[in-house]
């Protein structure tokens, strides 16, 4: 997996964490639900803001502009939110496809 994508997912991790002030942070772990799971703790405008931050740590470090929200996104199964870890290997694909 590439830690690249994977530190940008957890900077985004960090930027809701700091939002929400709530003591409920998400983990930076790969194992972390997103959404849909057990244990996911992102509301709609914390998730919202995650994939927001997301899209835009991964422009500033790779140059290339993806949409993780996407209806594509949404249709697939297993989710790519699922977890951290899905979310860094559907990123992972997508940055390929750009190249």
């Known amino acids: 997996m590439n830690q690249s994508v994977v530190e940008c997912i957890y900077a ?5 964490n700091l939002e929400r002030g709530d003591g409920t942070a998400m983990e ?5 639900p997103i959404q849909g799971k057990d244990g996911s703790n992102l509301d709609s405008l914390n998730m919202i803001n995650f994939v927001a931050a997301v899209e835009e740590n991964v422009e500033n470090a790779f140059g290339v ?3 993780i929200g996407d209806e594509r996104a949404l249709d697939l199964q297993p989710s790519p939110f699922e977890t951290i870890g899905s979310l860094a ?3 992972e694909k997508l940055i390929e496809q750009h190249n």
């Open 65 to 67: 502009e993806i949409m």
């Open 28 to 32: 930076k772990e790969l194992g972390t």
């Open 12 to 16: 985004a991790v960090d930027e809701v």
């Open 89 to 91: 290997e559907y990123i």
